[in-house]
């Protein structure tokens, strides 16, 4: 190992989280077999800490506990101490956040848990001040309490972890029972319940971006006609859009809102948010045609593809939440990127469009944020929208048309000036399974919005995938991260999981075959690693001597539960391919699942969208023409214009891809372009319509979802 002086042992790692600590008094390890050996050796303790590098509350335990020297000595002296970044091993991660959850009914991070060591938890809690404070005892308190303990109540600690670890294996026994019938709409009424009608959103403050609860809804919506659930979509994504937790000027999307009017954001912005909150807002412009959803998903794609793109082509993970003041030399706090004076807004634009900037973007003299506890944003303005063009139209007596264009010219100016600030930290390690969302939102994108660069953005993501996060020994294997030329870590259900459902995206619009193979390949990988044979569905990670349990995610929360996405691409796979194991596999998977969606179905929508998608009668399009004929791409960008979550669209294009689909779809074999002009099948519960050729015809037998007879 090659550290210097200055440095402990993370100065090795690749993850920009454990950098940041590299430099600490604490003697910290990474996670793995020489931290717990030595805790064996020594008979100590292990303190677990587990954060990420955007994270402002584990910034401000690392500044105020871990810089601290005397803290660090208590820490040396007494403990093993090993440091985690949650991103790279969310398997490690899931284990102590589920302990943490059951001591003390929430977790969060920063993550601290104590450890025996073999693994098994004792105590834990998230952030920790250096003294008590917030209703919190002081970390030293804890330290010389948990060491005290270790001395003379140890058995007190084996029973306390040997309950623990009951605790979280009984949750995640595998399920008894099929689904009950009624778990889609009870699902469906508990977030009608939870649905906040004046402001958008469900439950109150903190409001944090659920995309899977869209996709859910606008899926039940469809299915049954259920207009409160396309409401509720589509209020709560008005409200996030006009809200501060939407960056209105270099687009994109916060971490979540601490109020419940979305004014207010955790400034931190993540790679898996834009990618997901992308895919809702094209669903919103499908249905709708707004064109402000479309200004908002392209205000999604420019960030990531401008901020978050690496030269070879994938993408990075995250910004932090913390970036240096402009306005005071040397400050540094949460946001500060993101504020603005009056006062520099009225000498960047001018007094005329400062006005009518300002009134529109709710921007006051004294500042604009509503309640700040601690005095962190005074006199400073989060920008949102107040007012609508059409109000400001009649606050200035002029057009819509004329308010529009001047918010566009300031906006530009203002961005202008905000890149000239310094930017907050980017976390440039690249996540497979990040990467995989984002490509699929891509391609998703690409083909509604009708951009062949967006297409190409997302391809060429994929091939990196391919070739650096693809182990080259062969079987399929994934590495999780790539950072500095190098890919590491062992991919994780997710990784194999989230990256198949973005290639079935990328294949859907690209019909490329090779694509469809990689998914395929994927797949099998993935039962060999993860499948739990006797239990259905798949663990979510590989297994890992250091950690005790292997666990299923049972919520489908910021991101979707990995076992939620593996049986939605497995009924896609059973469509394209022909194969109905696959099928049969994605029902057993659900049936695992069956205690938590029988008693509490919200906890699981996105796995109810794959539910949904196995009780619905087959649909598909069979687009027959060659390839990059004008006239089959204008087929096919008619199905993509219109919302159909679960339609199969296939191109039999007399070649390479015809023959890969026939050979589990014989039915394709046959299908030939009518009048030598590119040809449409619309089938819907095995029966087909008469093929088309127009356009404009097959959006009339595709047509926009009838309110079904009452």
């Excluded at 990467?435 to 091939?463: E, K, S, T, W």
């Excluded at 390839?627 to 219109?642: E, G, M, S, W």
Aim: charged share 25%; proline share 5%; net charge neutral.
């Amino acid at each position: 190992m090659q550290r210097s002086e200055n440095t402990n042992r993370l100065a090795n790692e690749q993850s920009p989280y454990l950098l940041q600590h590299a430099r600490q008094p604490v003697d910290w390890y990474p996670w793995g077999e020489e931290a717990f050996a030595r805790a064996r050796k020594e008979d100590r303790p292990i303190f677990l800490s587990i954060g990420y590098s955007t994270c402002h509350w584990c910034h401000v335990m690392a500044r105020e506990s871990f810089d601290n020297p005397e803290i660090a000595r208590l820490l040396n002296q007494w403990f093993v101490c090993i440091k985690v970044d949650r991103e790279e091993r969310p398997d490690v991660d899931q284990v102590y956040m589920a302990a943490v959850q059951t001591l003390n009914g929430s977790g969060g991070w920063p993550l601290s848990v104590f450890l025996f060591p073999d693994g098994r938890p004792f105590y834990g809690a998230t952030y920790i001040p250096p003294e008590g404070r917030y209703g919190r005892p002081g970390f030293p308190d804890i330290l010389r309490a948990v060491h005290r303990a270790w001395q003379g109540r140890r058995d007190e600690l084996r029973e306390t972890a040997a309950g623990l670890i009951r605790a979280i294996d009984t949750d995640n026994r595998p399920g008894r029972g099929g689904i009950e019938a009624g778990a889609v709409d009870r699902a469906f009424r508990s977030l009608r319940d939870s649905f906040d009608h004046d402001q958008g959103g469900f439950w109150t403050a903190p409001k944090f971006p659920r995309p899977v609860v869209f996709d859910f809804l606008l899926t039940y919506w469809y299915r049954t006609g259920e207009r409160q659930a396309l409401t509720m979509t589509l209020a709560t994504l008005d409200a996030m859009a006009r809200g501060g937790i939407h960056d209105h000027l270099g687009g994109g999307f916060h971490r979540y809102a601490v109020d419940r009017s979305w004014r207010v954001p955790h400034f931190e912005k993540m790679l898996y948010d834009q990618a997901l909150l992308a895919d809702s807002y094209l669903d919103a412009l499908q249905i709708t045609g707004k064109e402000g959803y479309r200004r908002v998903v392209e205000g999604i794609f420019e960030y990531v593809l401008s901020v978050l793109r690496d030269p070879g082509g994938a993408f990075y993970s995250a910004e932090d939440a913390d970036s240096d003041d402009p306005y005071r030399p040397g400050a540094h706090g949460e946001g500060r990127y993101y504020l603005w004076t009056e006062e520099d807004i009225v000498r960047t634009l001018g007094a005329r469009p400062a006005e009518i900037f300002n009134y529109c973007y709710g921007v006051d003299f004294d500042g604009n944020v509503p309640a700040d506890p601690q005095q962190e944003f005074s006199g400073r303005n989060i920008l949102f929208r107040r007012h609508s063009d059409g109000e400001a139209a009649a606050r200035f007596g002029t057009k819509e048309r004329e308010i529009g264009e001047s918010l566009a010219h300031s906006r530009r100016f203002l961005l202008s000036r905000r890149d000239r600030r310094v930017r907050p930290h980017l976390d440039d390690k690249i996540i497979t399974a990040w990467n995989g969302l984002m490509i699929g939102a891509l391609a998703r994108g690409g083909a509604i919005l009708r951009r062949r660069d967006l297409v190409d953005a997302a391809r060429r993501a994929a091939d990196f995938i391919e070739a650096h996060l693809t182990d080259p020994a062969g079987a399929g294997l994934l590495f999780r991260r790539y950072r500095g030329g190098t890919a590491g870590l062992a991919g994780q259900l997710d990784d194999y999981a989230f990256l198949v459902a973005g290639l079935l995206d990328l294949y859907r619009v690209q019909q490329d075959p090779e694509l469809l193979q990689r998914a395929v390949c994927l797949t099998g990988t993935m039962f060999r690693l993860f499948e739990d044979g006797e239990g259905g569905g798949f663990f979510d990670s590989m297994g890992d001597g250091t950690i005790p349990l292997r666990l299923k995610s049972d919520y489908d929360g910021a991101e979707p539960a990995p076992n939620s996405v593996a049986a939605l691409n497995l009924f896609r796979l059973a469509d394209l391919t022909g194969n109905e194991q696959w099928r049969q596999k994605a029902l057993r998977t659900m049936e695992a699942f069956a205690p938590r969606l029988n008693s509490f179905p919200a906890a699981l929508v996105a796995m109810l969208c794959a539910l949904e998608r196995s009780r619905d009668e087959p649909r598909q399009v069979v687009v027959v023409g060659r390839r990059q004929a004008a006239d089959t791409r204008k087929l096919l960008a008619a199905v993509f214009a219109i919302y159909d979550p679960n339609r199969t669209l296939l191109l039999a294009d007399g070649a390479e891809n015809q023959e890969f689909l026939a050979s589990g779809l014989p039915m394709l074999r046959d299908l030939a372009m009518r009048n030598n002009r590119a040809t449409a099948h619309v089938c819907e519960n095995f029966t087909c319509r008469l093929p088309v050729t127009d356009p404009a015809a097959l959006r009339g037998q595709l047509g926009r979802r009838q309110e079904p007879a009452r």
